[in-house]
């Protein structure tokens, strides 16, 4: 988590896309952390409603307008999916990997069946043979 947040990558990764010119009263480390919470937190309903928790979050008192106005640009929903991917990629990745002293680390692929159909799947025939073929 502290690499996918750090301050240096989310910088980096709005002046790529394209998105962070200048600093503001809130950072772009502090509005990716700020939305990210926002939205695992509860159901967002409208753009107020992230406004009021990232300003407190952030212990600021940014104008709605100048909110909207950033949060409306294309290169918002740019930075805002680069990060998701990102987030997506490096965490899943180190979820499904095992360690190389992990039990689990012996196996190359893993077939399973979850019997929502008649039919074995065909990875599965030379051990299952002749069922339901």
């Known amino acids: 988590m502290k690499r996918v947040f750090s ?13 962070f010119k200048r600093e503001r009263d809130i950072t772009l480390y502090w509005l ?3 939305l990210f919470e926002v939205m695992g937190l509860s159901k967002i309903e409208s753009i107020a409603y992230m406004h009021r928790t990232i300003n ?9 307008k100048p909110f909207h106005n ?10 805002m999916r680069t990060m998701c991917e990102r987030v997506l990629v490096k965490l899943s990745g180190e979820a ?5 002293d992990s039990p689990f680390a012996q196996f190359k692929r893993i077939v399973l069946q979850d019997d929502t159909s008649f039919a074995v799947k065909s990875a599965l025939n030379q051990y299952i043979p002749g069922r339901f073929t």
């Open 56 to 64: 407190a979050l952030c212990h600021t008192k940014v104008q709605y």
């Open 96 to 100: 499904l990997h095992f360690s190389d």
């Open 32 to 34: 990716c952390l700020g």
């Open 7 to 19: 301050e240096k990558e989310l910088n980096a990764v709005g002046k790529q896309t394209g998105f």
């Open 70 to 79: 950033q949060s409306a640009k294309m290169q918002f929903s740019k930075f």
